[in-house]
């Protein structure tokens, strides 16, 4: 596999969709349940900084748009399922994302536009999972997702690995991808990235590449 700046990847804007995974403020703003968690990764990389600059740049280039959520958290929510993951268990305990509360609104800089497309929410990891994701994409003629938001071993690297597993060319850009620690940082990008990712960029070797 090609990473960093060695990748020379093409990205037509007609096929190329770029998927922001759980942009709500409970990750990413301050005052959010899970910003303590991620705050020392994210200010570390830049976090927000990058991802408004890829953002801007698929805009720009008039990539389709699509905001792929987890499910907003309401009290009923798994507590009749027989297979309650540990990390939906946190869910049910924190109400992280709930339903109507403020963490469950995207944060202020990822707002889709008009025209930018949000998917039905993810119970679990991957965001192609029971949503209608894949139907969109290939809806919208898209092969090539470029992927950013979080968090890097859980929801980014579960619906990477779908998205290629389903056909499609997978970009992610490492420092507009945030996670809780910086092993979990390492775990996706340094070991299972180079077994499913067709590029693994920097937002601003990616900026480049649309140049």
């Known amino acids: 596999m090609n990473t960093g700046a060695r990748a020379r990847v093409a990205y037509p804007a007609e096929e190329t ?12 703003s301050e005052g959010g349940k899970l910003w303590p968690r991620a ?23 008039g990539f389709h748009v699509f905001i792929v959520p987890h499910r907003q958290t309401a009290p009923g929510d798994y507590l009749t399922w027989d297979h309650l993951s540990p990390t939906q268990q946190r869910v ?41 994701l894949d139907m ?8 090539k997702l470029v992927i950013i938001g979080m968090k890097a071993n859980t929801c980014v690297d579960t619906t990477a690995r779908f998205g290629q597993e389903l056909g499609y060319h997978v970009t992610l850009v490492r420092d507009a991808i945030g996670a809780f620690t910086w ?10 990235a180079p077994a499913y990712a067709h590029a693994v960029l920097t937002a601003d070797e990616f900026v480049r590449t649309l140049r």
């Open 92 to 132: 049910v305990e924190g109400q992280t994302c709930a339903v109507g509360s403020w963490g469950a609104a995207w944060h202020p800089d990822f707002v889709p536009r008009e025209n930018e497309l949000v998917m039905r929410q993810h119970w679990a990891s991957s965001g192609f999972a029971n949503t209608d």
């Open 17 to 28: 969709a770029l998927l922001i995974i759980d942009p709500y403020n409970d990750f990413l």
């Open 183 to 192: 092993d979990e940082m390492k775990a996706t990008f340094d070991i299972n």
């Open 136 to 143: 969109m994409l290939k809806q919208h003629k898209v092969q």
């Open 39 to 61: 705050k020392e990764v994210a200010e570390g990389i830049g976090l927000l900084d990058h991802m408004r600059a890829v953002l801007a740049a698929a805009r720009d280039h």
